[in-house]
């Protein structure tokens, strides 16, 4: 007798052939990244909110905006809330006279009185920002536009309305100049600058890159005086980089100190308006100091103290772990020592580090001395009057302090190192910081907060690690008014591509510290399969890479890596990066690499032991100090054991060819920690680089700021002890290497080698 099939078999045996069928078409249907898309396409490069500079008061911005219909710029006034514009320069009048044409708006600055604006344009780069163009002063009653120097002088800089609206000073080869708008009379008001001599009211390389400063003076609140840095570089050395793609090599210098080698020596001058006389204080900082006192880092005017604006100052000492706030009293030029830090390592330098109040009694001082990122007040004499925050937690921004209601808001990494987010603290005198913060961001993820002037309004930027940014408005209480940019369009491709997700976790360091990490896994990933591995690492002093936090192309493509290559992508924050505490950040100082390698690889090693794992076939990736990181993880100590493959872009190989503020900040001077550098060069561990170990490097031959010498060196020193590896070089690109279809090249050119040889 034949068996006969039931109903319920024969309905799951259609179900079950059907299922990988319907997978397959799900699958077929879900669209894969693509490297052009990633790394050259708008594909997934999102809206933005425009953003702009707060008013006085209230949810309004002001912003330049490009008008279609004129082809000029428009100033525009923007209320949030209210979603209402105003226009209040129309750039189509703005025909310059010695030029005969429109001006686009790049800058602006209004007088105090509201009559007359200051136009910055047609902008050049300088380094890293357009600092260098051309001003003018438009009358808004008039409409005329008036240029306030001749362009054939050459580029103005950083040009600033005096209190009364009725000068503009500026910077011109590396000299101030004073214009008087009532007769145009132009006057030079220092006259020493000079190309690798003395420089006014700017910088030097170093001081632009490492504490972030450009804009070199400042008015005096009642504007009869100017403050303004003067650097004299004659004695620093000259770096060359050289243009090979012409015809005849274009050779391209300029002033770049080393560790170890001398920096330009710095003062800081006050010049009379009135009379022209200019006087310095004395800061033992000129040609004198020595180590002790090498560096000015800020420096600004005070509110009245005592009826009288003074000048108030940041010196440093070389090794940067003991600073001074100094008051100079521009009528004697006496110099007063305010405030006090030391730190046993180095002393961070932030934006908002002073802050004064409108009381004009008071500032905010950010301070780690407690071990972490906190705020203090303290009396403008320089009196402490109470900690304002407290915990083991950093904060990472300070917004401002309410002081109607004595409240204080600013951002931190309190409820984990992965998350930023805002919150607020009563400031009480006599207290011992002990109130406890109120969290008004709510969403998981990183939020970027930018107050308005009168801190009753907050611009949220916030992003996910499965999220782009999304912008939107609310009250300082956190209660939404708006979404100013939702990146809907964005969102919505990014779902249907269904990408694989960063997990958190922690792995433990080479000491047993538990670290921050993420891994990402292919999105078919089989538990009973082994897999390749890929770190990718940053890891410098202060940095982090494990944030719940949007990781835009570099997430993209480590999400790439995962589902097209079958690749589980992880990193690592290894001891000494940021958010966890002082001594957690300064445990590798004077010894840069060694313990960050260490981390590296015991990292390595616990990501090797999972079952799904291939211990054979792990590998490393990262740029600048992630390059460095990435060659001494692989050479140094057990790296040849752990790592087979690296990918090194823009590294580092020695700091005594890096720049003195940044370097000697974590290493000291080479002169004295001879023993710190050797141990945390690449170069030193050339020869430990493994016949089975396969090595990539790249970088740009004309990066200012980590020299392709770095590379030249290291190649130098592989092919000296005869170590294979691939390099390769981009003409003309700098650190960023960008620029066309470079960035598309290299990193197809990485993802290659990765699939080659992981």
């Known amino acids: 007798m034949r068996a006969r099939t039931s109903f319920w078999t024969l309905l799951i045996i259609a179900l079950t052939t059907a299922l990988p069928t319907t997978l397959r078409a799900q699958e077929a249907a879900r669209p894969h990244l693509t490297l052009e898309d990633i790394h050259a396409s708008r594909k997934f490069s999102g809206a933005f909110f425009r953003g702009g500079r707060w008013a006085e008061a209230g949810p309004v911005i002001t912003f330049i905006e490009a008008n279609r219909e004129s082809g000029a710029t428009d100033l525009i006034r923007y209320d949030l809330e209210k979603d209402a514009r105003t226009r209040l320069i129309d750039g189509a009048k703005l025909m310059a006279p010695d030029v005969g044409r429109l001006i686009a708006i790049e800058g602006y600055q209004y007088s105090q009185d509201g009559t007359k604006a200051l136009l910055y344009t047609d902008s050049e780069r300088v380094w890293r920002q357009n600092t260098k163009g051309y001003y003018y002063v438009f009358d808004l009653a008039s409409e005329t536009l008036t240029p306030i120097s001749d362009r054939a002088r050459g580029f103005q800089m950083f040009a600033k309305l005096n209190p009364a609206g009725d000068k503009v000073a500026f910077v011109r080869d590396r000299n101030l100049f004073l214009v008087d708008l009532a007769t145009m009379e132009e006057t030079r008001l220092t006259d020493d600058g000079s190309e690798g001599g003395i420089i006014n009211g700017t910088f030097d390389w170093v001081y632009e890159e490492e504490f972030g400063l450009r804009d070199g003076w400042a008015w005096s609140p009642d504007g009869a005086r100017i403050a303004f840095f003067k650097l004299d570089e004659s004695h620093t050395h000259d770096f060359f980089m050289t243009d090979l793609r012409k015809l005849y090599p274009e050779a391209v210098h300029f002033r770049y100190p080393k560790a170890g080698e001398v920096n330009s020596e710095i003062e800081i001058g006050v010049i009379d308006v009135a009379t022209g006389g200019i006087s310095y204080f004395d800061t033992d900082t000129w040609y004198a100091g020595g180590d002790r006192h090498e560096y000015l880092a800020r420096m600004g005017w005070t509110p009245a103290i005592d009826g009288a604006n003074k000048v108030w100052m940041f010196r440093l000492d070389r090794d940067q772990n003991d600073l001074d706030l100094l008051y100079g009293d521009p009528a004697t030029g006496e110099v007063t020592v305010v405030l006090d830090e030391h730190e046993p390592t180095w002393i961070d330098v932030e934006t908002s580090k002073l802050t004064y109040l409108d009381d004009g009694e008071h500032f905010v001082w950010r301070s780690e001395v407690d071990g972490y990122d906190h705020l203090y007040l303290y009396e403008n004499d320089g009196d402490l009057v109470a900690p304002i925050t407290t915990g083991p937690w950093d904060v990472t921004a300070f917004h401002g302090i309410d002081e109607a209601t004595g409240t204080a808001y600013f951002t931190a990494a309190l409820d984990s190192p992965l998350e930023r987010h805002l919150y607020r603290v009563p400031v009480r005198a006599g207290s011992d910081g002990g109130a406890t913060p109120v969290k008004i961001t709510r969403a998981p993820g990183r939020h970027r907060i930018n107050m308005s002037a009168d801190l009753r309004y907050y611009i949220d930027s916030h992003s996910s690690a499965t999220q782009p940014t999304v912008v939107t408005l609310h009250r300082r209480d956190g209660a939404p008014v708006k979404t100013l940019e939702g990146n809907e ?111 590296q690889q015991a990292a390595a090693r616990h990501f090797a032991a999972l079952p799904y794992v291939d211990a054979g076939r792990v590998g490393i990736w990262g740029w600048s100090y992630g390059g460095f990181m990435t060659l001494m993880s692989m050479l140094y100590d057990d790296g040849p054991n752990v790592f087979k493959l690296g990918v090194s872009v823009a590294p580092v190989t020695d700091w005594r060819l890096y720049d003195t503020i940044y370097t ?10 001879e023993e710190g550098y050797r141990m945390g060069a690449p170069q030193t561990y050339a020869d430990r680089l493994g016949d089975h170990q396969k090595l990539l490097m790249a970088h740009g031959d004309f990066d200012d700021n980590v020299h392709f010498q770095n590379s030249v060196q290291m190649i130098d020193k592989f092919e000296a002890a005869n170590r294979q590896f691939r390099f390769m070089m981009y003409p003309g690109r700098n650190h960023g290497i960008f620029g066309g279809t470079t960035r598309l090249h290299l990193f197809r050119m990485i993802t290659d080698f990765i699939r080659e040889n992981l």
């Open 664 to 673: 000697e900040r974590y290493m000291s001077t080479p002169q004295k920690n």
């Open 489 to 599: 369009t964005l969102i919505e491709t990014l779902a249907a591509y269904d990408l694989p997700a960063p997990a958190f976790m922690t792995v433990p360091g080479a000491d047993g510290t538990p670290l921050n990490a993420y891994l990402i896994k292919p999105r078919d990933f089989d538990p009973n399969k082994t897999y390749p591995l890929l770190m990718y690492v940053y890891g410098g002093p202060g940095s982090q890479t494990v944030q719940n936090a949007w990781g835009g192309s570099r997430y993209l493509w480590h999400a790439y890596l995962a589902d097209e290559l079958g690749i589980l992508v992880a990193s690592v924050d290894n001891r000494g990066t940021g958010a966890r505490g002082k001594a957690f950040k300064s445990v590798t100082y004077k010894k840069l690499g060694v313990l960050e390698a260490e981390d």
